[in-house]
């Protein structure tokens, strides 16, 4: 299993795809009942295996991440090749980005960029990332971000 089980709620939600996959994979409803009733083996081989054919595309289609604790904002572009990353960082000890927006700290920031190639398929990495606590944001929110640090790094070079 590349990713994790979609949960019963993920499943019901997606009961008619998953009734497509069954079939697809000559697995017919009689057959079905019969695997649960008997709780064989291959149940949870095939909703491991349907599970990561969702997350899979679900995570293509995820561009942006953002990471947000008290103390810095990491946001995550996810491109084809590669990550960008913006993060944030303030100087004021009593700025907490969980509550407060950068922007009324303008003075006090510290903002930094960097690019990452993947060191594995980017979708797993895609996936640890929503695993250890970023959301998905808008590629509006990362924009506003990357025009901070442009911002940033050109008052710097002035």
Not at 55 to 82: M, S, V
Not at 115 to 127: A, I, S, T
């Amino acid at each position: 299993m590349k990713y994790r089980c979609l949960t019963n709620e993920e499943l019901s939600e997606l009961e008619t795809e998953f009734k497509q996959f069954l079939i697809t994979s000559n697995v017919y409803t009689e057959e079905w009942e019969e695997l649960n009733r008997k709780k064989d083996s291959r149940v949870n081989e095939l909703v491991e295996m349907f599970s990561d054919i969702v997350l899979d595309k679900a995570l293509r289609n995820i561009k942006y991440l953002e990471h947000t604790t008290i103390k810095d904002i990491k946001a995550f572009k996810c491109g084809a090749d590669e990550m960008i990353l913006i993060g944030i960082t303030s100087t004021n000890p009593i700025v907490d980005f969980t509550k407060d927006a950068p922007s009324e700290f303008k003075d006090e920031l510290n903002i930094f960029s960097t690019n990452k190639p993947y060191n594995k398929d980017r979708e797993l990495e895609v996936f640890q990332l929503l695993e250890s606590g970023c959301s998905i944001v808008s590629e509006e929110r990362f924009n506003k971000l990357e025009l901070a640090y442009t911002y940033s790094t050109k008052t710097i070079q002035n």
